[in-house]
């Protein structure tokens, strides 16, 4: 694996004669982050990542200067897991001046969910992954379904500025109890360890009340006070369409235009954000 910090560099790393995949992430990395770079490794002859702490998308109360940072164990792992290229840039070498060119993704996908409760996240998120695309020159990247709105922003950036890229999502890696892994999982004391699955069993319970016919409505506000009743800070728990993420209203919740099709696709996703302690964990369930 070759490690390189510049743009220049990494420009005359990559071999384009072969299908280049890429896989951005912040680094502190887990197995989900690993599933992607085995996907990669799959379709592609020259697998690139990058590992970069984005300050953009950090509004300032949050965690951008504590973000884990472990880059010597990051760099073995991608080694070990076939990684050909890895990109670090330090912050002078993406921004050698203020950003000020940037991506505004459209409000009615990125102002809601984690848009409302974190704003300028996802203008944050798309200005970097654009610049790492033109850094990287990908013919596949690689995001995570555990940031599901991310991952459709970023396929909607694809297909709207038409940039020669297709999309893989892979699926969330979960530890054994259900927990999605997460580089922010670190920063739990053990009882909130114990306690964090509660986000996802949580979930699971709003799909099996939704199949049971519940209205969408009540669904919502029973998961929200059942994780509030045991100690959580919610931010949204709701169930929207796969497809758009608009939210389903009680008369259409149910209909046949929302139910899977034949060849059984997804046509909802519950998705939840929720504070344990000082933590933010975010989670959803495809059905
Ligand atoms: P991050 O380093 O958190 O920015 O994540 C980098 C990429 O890894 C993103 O595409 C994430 O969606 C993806 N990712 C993070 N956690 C998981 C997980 N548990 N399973 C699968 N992908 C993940």
Request: aromatic share 8%; with cysteine; net charge negative.
């Amino acid at each position: 694996m070759i490690t390189v910090r510049t743009i220049s560099q990494l420009r005359s790393s990559v071999d384009h004669s072969k299908v280049v995949g890429f896989v951005p992430t912040m680094g502190n990395l887990h197995a989900g982050h690993l599933d992607l770079i085995s996907r990669a490794k799959q379709h592609s002859g020259c697998v690139v990542s990058s590992i970069f702490v984005n300050r953009l998308q950090f509004a300032p109360h949050e965690d951008f200067d504590s973000y884990p940072r472990t880059f010597i164990e990051d760099s073995k792992k991608l080694e070990a897991a076939g990684c050909d290229v890895l990109f670090a840039p330090r912050e002078e070498d993406l921004y050698p001046v203020p950003q000020g060119f940037q991506v505004s993704p459209p409000e009615e996908l990125a102002d809601i969910l984690e848009g409302e409760f974190r704003p300028g996240f996802f203008k944050g998120v798309c200005t970097v992954v654009l610049k790492l695309f033109n850094c990287v020159h990908p013919n596949r990247v690689y995001f995570g379904r555990k940031d599901y709105q991310q991952a459709m922003i970023i396929d909607h950036m694809i297909s709207q500025m038409a940039l020669p890229i297709e999309m893989v999502k892979v699926p969330t890696r979960r530890e054994v109890d259900g927990l999605a892994m997460s580089s922010r999982n670190g920063y739990l004391s053990d009882p909130e360890r114990a306690e964090a699955v509660q986000l996802y069993l949580t979930l699971c319970q709003m799909r099996e009340s939704f199949k049971e016919g519940k209205s969408v409505a009540l669904i919502e506000q029973e998961a929200m006070q059942h994780l509030q009743a045991r100690g959580w800070k919610t931010d949204y728990l709701t169930i929207r369409s796969a497809l758009d993420l608009t939210a389903l209203d009680q008369s259409t919740a149910h209909n046949a235009t929302h139910l899977p099709d034949k060849n059984n696709t997804v046509s909802f996703v519950a998705l939840g954000a929720a504070r344990i302690g000082k933590t933010r964990l975010i989670d959803n369930l495809e059905f």
